[in-house]
T-cell receptor
C-alpha cells in the first residue's frame, strides 16, 4: 500500500536554529498538509498546500514557518528560528483530489528543541 | 466544520464488536463524517467515511442516522491492535481536518 514517508523520524535542534522537515507524499496525490501534535495534546492543523500554493493555514503557521514543494516529489516544512514550544510530532499528509478518499498520514517527525 | 461529541474513553473485550458513538447535531448537508484513529503517537490512520448511507470496508462499518445528527463506528471483531484513540470528524472542504480529543479505546484480552 502506498505510504507517505517522513524524514527524519527524530530531530533534535537548538533553540534559534532552522530546521527542515521532509515528506514524500503519495505520488498521485495533489493535496498536501502539515499537522503537529504537542505531547499529550490534540492533533493540530498547520497548513494545506495545493497547486503549488498554500490553500489554508492556521494561526500557528506564522512567519517562522514555510512550506515548499521544490521538485515535484518532496514537500518540506521549514521552521526558521525554532522555539522550545515548537517541540512536537509533525505529521505530513496527502490526499487525492476527490472527496471519496481519506488523507494518508506519514509516521511523523519528532522535533525536540533544546 | 461541525463539532462532534465523543465519549472520552471506552473499553472493549477482544473478539467482540466495538461500537463507538459520535454526535454531530450541527452537521450540514454537504459535510461528510470521517473516522480516523491514532495508535500511540503514530500518524492518524484513515478508517472510513460517509455522507448519509451506511458504509463498510475491510476495517469497519459506519452507521449514520437518518437525520445525520449522529453516527456509530463499528469494529466488528476488536483485537488488541485496535487499541487507539478514535476521532470522529465532520468536514465539507478539502483543506483541513479538525481533530478533537477523540475516544480512547482500550481492547482487553
Amino acid at each position: 500500500e502506498p505510504e507517505v514517508t517522513q524524514t527524519p523520524s527524530h530531530q533534535v535542534t537548538q533553540m534559534g536554529q532552522e530546521v527542515i522537515l521532509r515528506c514524500v507524499p503519495i505520488s498521485n496525490h495533489l493535496y498536501f498538509y502539515w499537522y503537529r501534535q504537542i505531547l499529550g495534546q490534540k492533533v493540530e492543523f498547520l497548513v494545506s498546500f495545493y497547486n503549488n500554493e498554500i490553500s489554508e493555514k492556521s494561526e500557528i503557521f506564522d512567519d517562522q514557518f514555510s512550506v515548499e514543494r521544490p521538485d515535484g516529489s518532496n514537500f518540506t516544512l521549514k521552521i526558521r528560528s525554532t522555539k522550545l514550544e515548537d517541540s512536537a510530532m509533525y505529521f505530513c499528509a496527502s490526499k487525492r483530489t476527490d472527496q471519496n478518499y481519506g488523507y494518508t498520514f506519514g509516521s511523523g517527525t519528532r522535533l525536540t528543541v533544546v | 466544520d461541525a463539532k462532534t461529541t465523543q465519549p472520552t474513553s471506552m473499553d472493549c473485550a477482544e473478539g467482540r464488536a466495538a461500537n463507538l458513538p459520535c454526535n454531530h447535531s450541527t452537521i450540514s448537508g454537504n459535510e461528510y463524517v470521517y473516522w480516523y484513529r491514532q495508535i500511540h503517537s503514530q500518524g492518524p490512520q484513515y478508517i472510513i467515511h460517509g455522507l448519509k448511507n451506511n458504509e463498510t470496508n475491510e476495517m469497519a462499518s459506519l452507521i449514520i442516522t437518518e437525520d445525520r445528527k449522529s453516527s456509530t463506528l463499528i469494529l466488528p471483531h476488536a483485537t488488541l491492535r485496535d487499541t487507539a484513540v478514535y476521532y470522529c470528524i465532520v468536514r465539507a472542504n478539502d483543506y483541513k481536518l479538525s481533530f478533537g480529543a477523540g475516544t480512547t479505546v482500550t481492547v482487553r484480552a
